[in-house]
């Protein structure tokens, strides 16, 4: 199996920063595309940004010169700068990764989400 923990999520005024950090576990053979989504109460999850194993970035309009999406393809691990927060980026952050595993097919594997909030 595949394992995502995310974390570094939290409280943060408007304007503040929060890095999130996911790593992935298991029995993992290569990592494909990683991303990061996020839903707001009432509303759809959306992507925020993703990143490919060879680093082609992509970015929600929403977001573009505020969040940084990077990964360190040696410790699976994907990460997502936020900085210049806006009261409506509060969601709860998903991250994703599309995985090769050793034993089986190609798929998309879950974090559990980690909420970040800014006040105004």
């Known amino acids: 199996q595949v394992q995502l923990v995310e974390s570094g999520g939290g409280l943060v005024q408007a304007g503040g920063s929060l890095r999130l950090s996911c790593a992935a576990s298991?029995?993992?053979?290569?990592?494909?595309?990683m991303g990061w989504f996020r839903q707001a109460p009432g509303k759809q999850r959306e992507l925020v940004a993703d990143?490919?194993?060879?680093?082609?970035?992509n970015y929600d309009d929403s977001v573009k010169g505020r969040f940084t999406i990077s990964r360190d393809n040696a410790k699976n691990t994907v990460y997502l700068q936020m900085n210049s927060l806006k009261p409506e980026d509060t969601a709860v952050y998903y991250c994703?990764?599309?995985?090769?595993?050793?034993?089986?097919?190609?798929?998309?594997?879950w974090g559990q989400g980690t909420q970040v909030t800014v006040s105004s």
């Open positions: 298991g029995s993992i053979l290569t990592i494909n595309v």
């Open positions: 990143i490919s194993s060879r680093g082609s970035t």
């Open positions: 994703k990764a599309n995985v090769r595993r050793w034993n089986g097919p190609v798929q998309d594997y």
